[in-house]
């Protein structure tokens, strides 16, 4: 028999739930018993539902209060002093290292979050000592979970993240020098002990994930896996599933004789189908192919036919015990439940699936292998329909789009002169001061925002009223950011329910949900919205927002758009359409919203594109020469069409662009925002090592954290930059958008940010 499995369940719930329990946990409002039980409610509903639609392998821990990597810091008591020592119940330790702590005479900052592989999700970096040890956790969470289904009939398989993993994936603390990898063998017996606690509670599998198998590995990281995979194969542990995903592992075959003792090893085919062949040539005599064919990344309905034949080709060479099918990754990237979309239209719902139907999806492919196809004739029929409907639907076939992508010239995506020239026309146009302040664009999204917008989405307020709020809430922003003294300032976004839901819910060519959630980090969640066809603008989408805010401050404001790789990779892109179409599509709907903002009298556009990192492929090479081409491509030619004295900005909430240095500066923008309060600032040696000539904001402070950061730290910090950047380069704002703030906070640490940029001022000018 072929089972079928599923390697994690989103954790949020049908409505946000844990979200919801969450925040009102920190905000006092929830006790912690409160929020334990309702975590408890959500797992025991998504075994429930798995079991119910008949998965035979059902994972636990999968469930995080805030991410499985913090999870798994805590779970190994690698938990940096300035936590433990502040001796807070371990839960909010756990959130301590999630998000800061500010209260009761503790004051630490978040550990550093950083995107998971190529995904909107962000993991808690763990973050090692020179000295650092390991112990397990006294009650550890894989066991009481893995005990908790079992105590309401339901096996589960534990999953757990790798040893190699989960130290490749850290880094060593602020100060320290300790090189990862290299506490491998302090880690293994932790894991060796945890998977011997597993196998008592009756854990007969556990799902092991290791994917940093898809990267380019160092030699040392790779020769890891030998040592660690015979510890953890021993007899009398549970078996292993060692899982890959979001790429393939062809290129690290030679670690595989290393994972012989594992029982199974999961592959992405979704994103690699083609590396079936040779992982099954690679398995061992005994070992099983966890197929990877319902996929955990987006929210298209899995064409059957072709998963069968994926699925059939691997029992053909290895017999039915042999072959699971399985979801391609964790389905923590998808929504809920379709369940809960009544509003869309009917033709596209018909191609969707998210996390509830993905789990029966995995289920009747299975059974077709198992049983035969006639088994589940009635599903497969009605699947084939949405193919062919999908298919030959006219909404992805738009002439005026697909002419105007063909009329695109080089020249379309170059500025007028080169960055001297443009720097003395904005110098006179703009008129700034040296290290001029700015923020990110948004402003607290208050609680009042969120429902004037729901009462308008409900139609209980008139799109009139709602407009009224909305100038309402620019122009006290406005008056804020006067009150600070910042120089170039923003609208705020309070209009914006997302950075790309916004523009996404605006563009022809566009889906979006009411309720498909997806977790990006801690309680925060976003609702991409899926691209189902041609990309155009049907009408300007900013312009009288940003020209209002222009319109009551004398002072620079800077319009504010989301660039196209990140409305395309923060959406449920197509899958039956190159990426570089979709993304063209885009640059030219956001080239005419530039254009139109310019001539309502914006100067300053900030074009975001935090998302352009994350599109890198993971292996370096040919691929990811081939992505920024096309993706810097697309950035310049939605940024090009103004005049030399308009300030085209770019912003970048991470600080790892070393590797692709080369495509920022190609971007051209005169200046850019990136995040680097909690990373080193000798991360910016790579724009003195370039001569990179154009302007930089690196963040002065983590926006992530209610933290309010003092002048003298970021002095500090901006004293740090300036060794690697030139005064006349540097800008002084926030890592990132401060939507998920308060305003109390906020006002403080703009405060600070700012008397800081003018001590430096005067410094600079004595
Ligand atoms: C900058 N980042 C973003 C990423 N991806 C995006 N798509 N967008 C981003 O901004 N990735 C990287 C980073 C970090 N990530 C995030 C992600 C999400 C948030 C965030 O604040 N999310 C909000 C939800 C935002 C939103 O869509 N809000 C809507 C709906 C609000 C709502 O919950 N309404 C209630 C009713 C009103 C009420 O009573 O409150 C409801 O529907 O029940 C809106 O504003 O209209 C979150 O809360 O998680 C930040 C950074
Ligand atoms: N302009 C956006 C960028 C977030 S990456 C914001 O300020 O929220
Ligand atoms: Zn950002």
């Known amino acids: 028999m072929v089972q079928s499995s599923v ?55 999968d469930f995080a209060f805030y991410d499985h990597l913090l999870d798994h810091i805590q779970l190994f008591n690698a938990v940096p002093e300035r936590y433990s020592s502040a001796k807070l119940d371990a839960l909010d330790e756990y959130f301590a290292m999630g998000r800061g702590h500010q209260k009761d005479g503790v004051d630490v900052p978040s550990l550093e979050m950083v995107k998971w592989f190529d995904s909107n999700y962000h993991y808690v970096k763990p973050t090692l000592q020179d000295n650092q040890t390991f112990t397990l956790s006294s009650d550890p969470k894989p066991v009481r979970e893995f005990l908790e289904a079992k105590e309401a009939g339901i096996i589960t398989r534990p999953v757990l993240v790798g040893p190699v993993s989960f130290l490749h994936l850290g880094k060593a603390d602020r100060g320290q020098s300790v090189d990862p990898i290299s506490l ?139 072959v699971i099918v399985a979801t391609s990754s964790s389905l923590l990237h998808t929504p809920h439940s379709l369940e809960a979309e009544k509003k869309l239209d009917a033709e596209v719902k018909d191609w969707f699936s998210f996390a509830v139907q993905k789990v029966s999806e995995v289920t009747v492919i299975a059974k077709a292998v198992t049983e035969g196809p006639a088994s589940v004739r009635e599903a497969l029929e ?6 062919e409907s999908r298919a030959t639907s006219k909404r992805t076939n738009n002439k005026d789009v697909k002419d105007r992508q063909a009329g695109v010239k080089p020249a379309d995506l170059e500025r007028q002169s080169p960055f001297p020239q443009r720097l003395a026309a904005q110098k006179t146009h703009l008129k700034l001061p040296i290290f001029p302040t700015t923020t990110i664009g948004s402003f607290p999204q208050t609680k009042e925002i969120r429902i004037q917008r729901n009462k308008f989405t409900k139609g209980e307020i008139t799109a009139e009223e709602y407009e009224r709020f909305i100038e309402k809430e620019i122009e006290e922003v406005v008056r804020i950011q006067e009150e600070l003294d910042l120089d170039v300032l923003v609208h705020g976004e309070p209009e914006r329910n997302d950075m790309v839901q916004y523009f996404g819910e605006r563009l022809d060519g566009y889906s979006f949900t009411t309720n498909g959630w997806v977790q990006s980090y801690g309680s925060r969640c976003v609702r991409p919205p899926i691209v189902v066809g041609d990309i155009s603008r049907p009408a300007a989408m900013t312009v009288k927002e940003s020209k209002y805010a222009a319109s009551i401050s004398k002072k620079p404001m800077k319009g504010m758009l989301t660039g196209p790789i990140t409305c395309l990779r923060w959406s449920f892109p197509r899958d039956d359409v190159h990426q570089s179409v979709q993304a063209q599509q885009l640059a030219l709907a956001i080239r005419d919203e530039v254009v139109d903002l310019e001539a309502a009298g914006v100067f300053v556009i900030q074009i975001d594109e935090p998302a352009l990192r994350e599109g890198l492929p993971l292996r370096a090479g040919e691929e990811r020469e081939k ?62 090592d370039k001569e990179y000539p154009r302007h930089i904001g690196p963040g002065v402070y983590d926006i992530h954290s209610p933290r309010v950061p003092s002048q003298q730290e970021i002095e500090e910090r901006i004293s740090e930059m300036l060794q690697w950047l030139k005064p006349e380069q540097l800008w002084i704002n926030p890592d990132c958008g401060l939507k998920t703030r308060q305003w109390k906070e906020t006002k403080a640490a703009l405060t600070n940010m700012v008397n800081s940029a003018k001590s430096y001022r005067q410094k600079h000018s004595a």
Not at 9 to 36: C, H, I, Q, T
Not at 285 to 313: C, H, M, Y
Request: aromatic letters at 8%; hydrophobic letters at 45%.
């Open 627 to 688: 992505y920024l081409s096309w993706a810097v491509d697309s950035f310049k030619l939605s940024a090009a069409g103004v005049q030399d004295s308009t300030q085209i900005h770019s912003h970048f909430c991470y600080s790892e662009f070393q590797d692709f240095f080369h495509a920022i500066a190609a971007l051209d923008a005169d200046v850019l925002s990136i995040e680097n309060s909690k990373s080193d600032a000798k991360l910016l040696k790579v724009f003195e």
């Open 184 to 322: 491998i063998s302090k880690l293994v017996p932790v894991y060796v002990e945890l998977l011997k606690k597993l196998k008592e509670a009756g854990a007969e599998t556990v799902q092991i994930d290791e994917p940093i198998l898809v990267q380019d590995l160092p030699q040392k990281v790779k020769d890891a896996f030998k040592p660690v995979y015979e510890a953890l194969t021993a007899s009398g542990l549970p078996k292993l599933v060692l899982a890959t995903y979001f790429g393939d592992v062809v290129h690290n075959f030679d670690v595989f004789p290393a994972l012989q003792g594992v029982s199974a090893i999961h592959v992405d085919l979704v994103r690699n189908p083609e590396q079936l062949e040779a992982v099954v040539g690679k398995l061992g005599p005994n070992q099983i192919l966890s197929a990877g064919v319902v996929d955990g990344r987006n929210i298209w309905k899995t064409n059957f036919k072709r998963a069968i034949e994926t699925v059939e080709s691997a029992i053909q060479k290895l017999g039915k015990d042999r």
């Open 7 to 61: 390697l994690g369940f989103p954790r949020m719930g049908a409505n946000r739930d844990l979200k919801k329990a969450n925040e009102a946990y920190w905000a006092d409002k929830l006790s912690r018993d409160e929020l334990v039980k309702e975590a408890k409610r959500l797992r025991l509903a998504h075994w429930q539902i798995q079991k119910d639609a008949g998965v035979d392998v059902i994972p636990s821990n």
């Open 382 to 387: 009605a699947n084939a329909k949405s193919m």
